[in-house]
């Protein structure tokens, strides 16, 4: 029996075009509710399972997503290979808008956000490995899918996570860029720790949506800006993760 592949999408995704024999499955978690039903179809034959990060419409600002809701209940329908789309906002010349970047590393310095499976008093404490937080295999389909669609999409990059929803200061993203971070979210951590406690492969396409505070020829980020930005970029990444889904199966 094949085993689904999930996808989980924020900002600008909220659906997938051309999926089919769609099941809407509103699931429950010992954690509660997902943040949206999970929406099961084929896309392109492939069997998908498709979780709307923030709700559908958008409505579950970062730091109030359910991530632990969100991958339990993708493990418990049977994913075990996870694609992920994030908007995100560029630091580095990798990342100008609607750049797409297959990040390898990530940075978090979300706070409050519960970021564990294994904090049940009593329980037994796992300690994961996280060196390496995206799956080799999944960035690897990213990378290939990209390349089969003609699309150009950086191999590398560090995905600074930061608490939102508000976007950052320039100072903020000084320091990010001292740090080494090539692009900036909100999204990525807990949901690669936790992917990762339930041993699930992680993969993630970056689609930059606008430049970081300070870092482009703008006085003020907009939200025009961003969404004008972020609806060719996700068009882009529709037409890699069509490519991706194939990839991920094997």
Known sequence: MSHPIGVIAGTGLYHLPDLTDV?????????????????????????????????????????????RANLWALKQIGVQN??????????????????LVVCDQIIDYTHSRVSSYSDQYGEAVRHIDLSEPYTPRLRQAWLDAARACDEAAHDGGVMAVTQGPRLETRAEIARLHRDGCDVVGMTAMPEAALARELDIGYGSLAVSANWAAGRGPAAEIT?????????????????????????SQH
Request: no cysteine; aromatic share 4%.
């Open 82 to 99: 996870l694609l992920s789309i994030n908007a995100v906002g560029g630091i580095s010349d990798i990342a100008a808008p609607g750049a």
């Open 223 to 247: 939200m025009e800006e961003i969404e004008q930005t972020l609806k060719i970029g996700m068009a882009r990444a529709l037409r890699v993760l069509r490519a991706a889904l194939h990839l």
């Open 23 to 67: 099941r809407h499955e509103p699931w429950s978690t010992p954690f509660g509710e997902p943040s949206s039903a999970l929406r099961r179809g084929k896309l392109d034959g492939v069997d998908v399972v498709f979780i709307a990060r923030h709700g559908d419409p958008h409505r579950l600002a970062p730091h109030r997503v359910n991530y």
